[in-house]
């Protein structure tokens, strides 16, 4: 385990699922967290109970990543608390699967990209202009930028655009000894569409099947490339995108 002490990170979306994970694992390395929900507080404040036991300063920001004014404000508040930020993880987004692109509609577009695409980019945009010289900037992509999937033509498209956000922000702040990165998890277990054990059974058996560990990722599995990218360790690597996949291929 890397040492994070004196550290700040802001992970956006991080009330549950991978963004919990994530914030909860940088806690642990000694950094001192920046929550961000838009709507579930209760989750929120669980959160910030649970870091606060680890030692650590926790702060707690309502925001829309898909409106500006709330980012601007997000990382207003995060500096105001904490002098600064180190690590920031564009971690909030939604998901729609099974969704043909015969089907979807123009409400459902806008809202995904909204969030997805939009919120990513004006986060690592926010992140550019106020993460410290040597920090990180990491992206939460999907492994449907990897490889197309059938019924995922808006989802995965509203997480691919960001990727090349990454590649450029990378050679436009590398100067500055700051990397930026992107991890694409597989389907993930217990977070996302994923949160409810008997959800999307059909999809789920496929996805197994498909991978060659025969599991769906853990939250763990993505927070532990999330622990390298914002360590000491990835300080060479740079607009780099790695698959926490298992091997699989499809």
């Known amino acids: 385990m890397y040492d994070l002490k004196n550290k700040v990170a802001l992970i956006t ?3 549950r699922g991978l963004g919990k994970a994530i914030a909860e694992r940088y806690a642990a390395l000694g950094a001192d967290i920046v929550i961000n929900y838009s709507r579930d507080k209760v989750s929120a404040d669980e959160l910030v109970s649970n870091i606060e036991a680890m030692g650590v300063k926790v702060l707690a920001v309502k925001a829309d990543v898909s409106k500006v004014a709330d980012l601007e404000r997000l990382f207003a508040e995060a500096i105001t608390a904490f002098g600064k930020i180190d690590i920031v993880v564009a971690n909030a987004g939604i998901e729609m699967v099974e969704m043909p692109v015969l089907d979807f509609t123009e409400e459902q577009f806008d809202r995904l990209f909204a969030i997805n695409t939009k919120g ?7 992140a550019a202009k106020h993460v410290s010289d040597n920090g990180r900037i990491i992206y939460i992509a999907s492994s449907t930028t990897a490889f197309p ?11 691919t655009t960001p990727r090349y956000l990454v590649d450029v922000l990378s050679k436009e702040i590398g ?5 930026v990165n992107s991890i694409i998890p597989f389907a993930v277990d217990k977070s996302g569409i994923f949160a409810a054990a008997d959800s999307y059974p059909e999809l789920r058996k496929q996805l ?9 990722a853990e939250v763990e599995d993505v927070a532990n490339l999330a622990e390298f990218f914002a ?4 300080s060479f690597v ?3 995108h790695l698959l926490v996949n298992g091997g699989a291929t499809n």
């Not at 999937?149 to 997480?159: E, H, R």
């Open 13 to 15: 979306g991080s009330a």
């Open 120 to 126: 990513s980019y004006f986060t690592m945009q926010q």
């Open 149 to 159: 999937v059938a019924g995922m033509a808006i989802y995965g498209g509203s997480k």
């Open 175 to 179: 100067h500055r000894g700051v990397t």
């Open 208 to 216: 197994v099947d498909s991978c060659p560990m025969g599991r769906l």
């Open 231 to 234: 360590s000491g360790l990835s």
């Open 238 to 240: 740079s607009g780099q």
